[in-house]
T-cell receptor, first 115, second 114 residues
Framework: GENVEQHPSTLSVQEGDSAVIKCTYS??????FPWYKQELGKRPQLIID?????GEKKDQRIAVTLNKTAKHFSLHITETQPEDSAVYFC??????????????FGKGTHLIIQP | NAGVTQTPKFRVLKTGQSMTLLCAQD?????MYWYRQDPGMGLRLIHY???????AKGEVPDGYNVSRLKKQNFLLGLESAAPSQTSVYFC?????????????FGSGTQLSVL
């Protein structure tokens, strides 16, 4: 089955700086890569996702890049703000049209924004 | 539109006790899932359902049972709770069709087994 490794486990950056979180996956059949954000005590929420037919996707201050050859994808957050402090989870799944039961999550990155 | 609702939000059990967690969604989603979240372990799939009347095992199903008698509800049962089942439990749902990998989570249930 799929194995998703996520690094680092904790990341501390100064407010206004950029943050990068990296994930690698093992199953070459994986073709959908979402990122979820979980604020303290809250539910995980999807913030951005990418499919294997594109190499990069942006949404305001966040972006995701995908390198299928190397089997890794990254989340980039620019101009970080206090509200970006949260745990971020990457995930991967071979899309089959049959739901998310094959979705494998990374172990999470705790992003801390220092004022 | 409440989305995905879980009850209860908190529960403390003694070893050997049983309980049922309820998940309800009002988005007419076909798929529903139960995850557990433990520190440093991410989210792990316990059981899932691809439609009313169906259930299937996920990554960590032992010690749990589920039922999906109605499309909008997905129940997670612990027949004989163990301290290893202390965790935060999240229910999620996803729609049928093109975006069916996108998960909508409930607010979670903090369960402690003493």
């Amino acid at each position: 089955g799929e194995n998703v490794e996520q690094h680092p486990s904790t990341l501390s950056v100064q407010e206004g700086d950029s943050a990068v979180i990296k994930c690698t996956y093992s199953d070459s059949a994986s073709n959908y890569f979402p990122w979820y954000k979980q604020e303290l005590g809250k539910r995980p929420q999807l913030i951005i996702d990418i499919r294997s037919n594109v190499g990069e996707k942006k949404d305001q201050r966040i972006a995701v890049t995908l390198n299928k050859t190397a089997k890794h994808f990254s989340l980039h957050i620019t101009e970080t703000q206090p509200e970006d402090s949260a745990v971020y989870f990457c995930a991967a799944i071979p899309y089959s049209g049959g739901g998310a039961d094959g979705l494998t999550f990374g172990k999470g990155t705790h992003l801390i924004i220092q004022p | 539109n409440a989305g995905v609702t879980q009850t209860p939000k908190f529960r403390v059990l003694k070893t050997g006790q049983s309980m049922t967690l309820l998940c309800a969604q009002d988005m007419n989603h076909e798929y529903m899932y139960w995850y557990r979240q433990d520190p440093g372990m991410g989210l792990r799939l316990i059981h899932y359902s691809v439609g009313e009347g169906t259930t299937a095992k996920g990554e960590v199903p032992d010690g749990y049972n589920v039922s999906r008698l109605k499309k909008q509800n997905f129940l997670l049962g612990l027949e004989s709770a163990a301290p290893s089942q202390t965790s935060v439990y999240f229910c999620a749902s996803s729609p049928l069709g093109g975006t069916n990998e996108k998960l909508f989570f409930g607010s979670g249930t903090q369960l402690s087994v003493l």
